[in-house]
């Protein structure tokens, strides 16, 4: 569903006198407005309560440069997830998925690069002589700033491919569209239709969100979250 079928939605829930809106662009009475405020806010909320959703998950690749060893989030090219609901930027690395090849050998040295915390990586790459080193990366870092170190110092064009999740994208147009799969998007409508609840006093309205809410709620975990899983015996 789109932003307006979901403010259609939630208003049909709600038993809003009138009949669907044709666009919540432009002047909409205060009424409407307050839905459509109610399912944007909503979904930010959605994306904010798990960095790591799976639907916030994309992956991106570029190439090192000589003698360079950082890369902010724009010169790594994780700035744009290619929605038309806005510019998505760089929430977190997914620490697990980097690796790197020799630029244009068509992976074929491709190997797992390592990942190093960054206090560990400042005091043995920026440290000494390590600091003039140059070769093949082994490892990389992510400072507080989330920019990208590599150590050692590549000595040439590296192709380095990662994964990462976006931050939060807001709804603004009436076709755009959350990025969760299709069958969770009620959820947005419920949880609009809760606000509305508590704006209006509503205990009865509350309860029904909040019914739909609950059973919607554990289906998106189970199918967009990460299992957990036991790691390696220690020894």
Not at 156 to 180: F, H, I, K, N, Q
Request: negative net charge; proline residues 6%.
């Amino acid at each position: 569903m789109n932003l307006l079928q979901l403010v259609n939605l939630a208003r049909q829930e709600a038993g809003v006198a009138g009949g669907d809106l044709s666009t919540v662009q432009g002047t909409l009475s205060a009424e409407s407005s307050r839905f459509k405020n109610w399912v944007i806010n909503e979904w930010v909320r959605i994306q904010s309560e798990h960095p790591d959703w799976q639907f916030l998950r994309f992956s991106g690749e570029f190439n090192t440069v000589a003698n360079q060893a950082n890369y902010t989030p724009q010169q790594a090219k994780a700035t744009n997830d290619g929605t038309a609901s806005g510019t998505a930027i760089l929430g977190n690395w997914k620490r697990d998925s980097f690796r790197v090849s020799t630029a244009g050998q068509n992976y074929n040295d491709e190997m797992l690069l390592g990942f190093m915390p960054w206090w560990q990586y400042r005091n043995l790459y920026q440290y000494g002589n390590m600091r003039d080193a140059r070769s093949r990366p082994v490892v990389f870092s992510i400072d507080p700033q989330k920019n990208l170190y590599f150590g050692i110092i590549p000595n040439a064009a590296y192709t380095v491919g990662y994964e990462y999740y976006r931050t939060p994208v807001t709804l603004s147009a009436d076709t755009d569209t959350p990025a969760m799969p299709d069958r969770f998007h009620e959820l947005i409508a419920y949880r609009a239709l809760r606000a509305y609840g508590i704006f209006m006093a509503a205990p009865e309205v509350i309860g029904r969100a909040d019914d739909a809410i609950s059973r919607i709620n554990p289906q998106l975990a189970t199918d967009q979250l990460l299992d957990i899983t036991s790691g390696p015996p220690l020894a």
